[in-house]
C-alpha cells in the first residue's frame, strides 16, 4: 500500500513538479534564445536591466520569473512570451499514451527511455527514464545534446559527473554538459523515475 502511494503521489505534489519542470523548460528556453543572439550573462543584463543573478537563476530553473521581468526579457531577446515555453506547451493539447514516443529498453528491461518531446531543430528535447535497478551508461541512442538537465520525479537516482557526484531526491534536479556525465545509477530498492532535458548548444 505504501509503494502504491508513492506511485500515485499527491495531487498537490504533482501539481508542483509539473510547475518545476516548466521553470526548467522555461529557463533553457531562455538561455538558448541569448546564446543564438551571441550576448553573454553579463550584456543581456545590461540590455534588459535584469540583474545577473536573477539571470542566472532563472536559466538554471531555480526561480519563475514574474511578468514585469518576462516582458524586459521578451522584448531584450525579441523572443514573444508566448513562444518562450516550446511548442509541447503552446500547441493544441497532444496526448501520448505509455505505448507511444520512441522507447529505448535494456535486455532485460530493467532500464527504460522514452522520449517525450523532441523540437524539430533538436534544440530541446524532453525524455522519461525508469530505472527499476542498475547503472545506466549507454546514450548513443538519444537526440544529440550539449547540456542536460535531470529532474527526479520519482524515487531516488545518483548523478555520477567526472568531478561530483548528486544524489537526487524527489523534487530536485542537476545541470551539467553532458561530456562530464559517467553514469547515472539506482541503488535502492524502489523504481527510480527522471526527466532527461536536454539542449544543443548554438555555435
Given at each position: 500500500?505504501?509503494?502504491?502511494?508513492?506511485?500515485?503521489?499527491?495531487?498537490?505534489?504533482?501539481?508542483?513538479?509539473?510547475?518545476?519542470?516548466?521553470?526548467?523548460?522555461?529557463?533553457?528556453?531562455?538561455?538558448?534564445?541569448?546564446?543564438?543572439?551571441?550576448?553573454?550573462?553579463?550584456?543581456?543584463?545590461?540590455?534588459?536591466?535584469?540583474?545577473?543573478?536573477?539571470?542566472?537563476?532563472?536559466?538554471?530553473?531555480?526561480?519563475?520569473?514574474?511578468?514585469?521581468?518576462l516582458w524586459k526579457l521578451s522584448k531584450t531577446l525579441r523572443l514573444p512570451i508566448a513562444e518562450m515555453i516550446p511548442d509541447l506547451f503552446s500547441q493544441s493539447p497532444r496526448f501520448l499514451s505509455l505505448n507511444e514516443g520512441k522507447v529505448w529498453s535494456s535486455s532485460k528491461n530493467a532500464i527504460k527511455s522514452r522520449v517525450l518531446y523532441q523540437e524539430e531543430r533538436e534544440r530541446l528535447?524532453?525524455?522519461?527514464?525508469?530505472?527499476?535497478?542498475?547503472?545506466?551508461?549507454?546514450?548513443?541512442?538519444?537526440?544529440?545534446?550539449?547540456?542536460?538537465?535531470?529532474?527526479?520525479?520519482?524515487?531516488?537516482?545518483?548523478?555520477?559527473?567526472?568531478?561530483?557526484?548528486?544524489?537526487?531526491?524527489?523534487?530536485?534536479?542537476?545541470?551539467?554538459?553532458?561530456?562530464?556525465?559517467?553514469?547515472?545509477?539506482?541503488?535502492?530498492?524502489?523504481?527510480?523515475?527522471?526527466?532527461?532535458?536536454?539542449?544543443?548548444?548554438?555555435?
Open positions: 500500500m505504501e509503494g502504491q502511494n508513492e506511485e500515485n503521489g499527491n495531487p498537490r505534489e504533482l501539481e508542483q513538479n509539473v510547475d518545476e519542470v516548466l521553470t526548467v523548460v522555461l529557463g533553457e528556453t531562455l538561455k538558448q534564445r541569448r546564446l543564438e543572439l551571441g550576448y553573454s550573462m553579463e550584456k543581456l543584463s545590461q540590455l534588459s536591466s535584469v540583474s545577473r543573478g536573477m539571470l542566472g537563476l532563472i536559466e538554471s530553473g531555480k526561480t519563475t520569473p514574474s511578468i514585469g521581468i528535447n524532453l525524455v522519461e527514464w525508469n530505472l527499476e535497478q542498475g547503472k545506466l551508461n549507454q546514450f548513443q541512442h538519444l537526440p544529440q545534446a550539449q547540456d542536460i538537465k535531470i529532474y527526479q520525479v520519482l524515487g531516488t537516482s545518483k548523478v555520477k559527473l567526472k568531478q561530483k557526484t548528486y544524489q537526487l531526491e524527489v523534487g530536485e534536479c542537476v545541470f551539467f554538459p553532458i561530456s562530464e556525465l559517467e553514469f547515472i545509477v539506482n541503488e535502492s530498492d524502489h523504481p527510480s523515475k527522471f526527466l532527461w532535458i536536454s539542449s544543443k548548444k548554438f555555435r
